[in-house]
């Protein structure tokens, strides 16, 4: 019910896996999505040394 379209869902996950590591062309899994953002946050953090808010 979230996505319009199926050419919006496919955009999403397009844009995840040239956006996050880990998320491969083909994903079609919002779990590892939102794995792949963890650990992108992470390593911001991490990089950066900035508290999360």
Request: aromatic fraction near 16%.
């Amino acid at each position: 019910m979230t996505w319009g379209s199926d050419s919006e869902q496919r955009r999403f996950f397009v844009e995840a896996a040239m956006s996050l590591l880990k998320v491969v062309y083909n994903c079609t899994d919002f779990d590892v999505v939102f794995v792949a953002l963890q650990f992108q946050t992470a390593g911001i953090k991490q990089r950066l040394q900035v508290e999360e808010w």
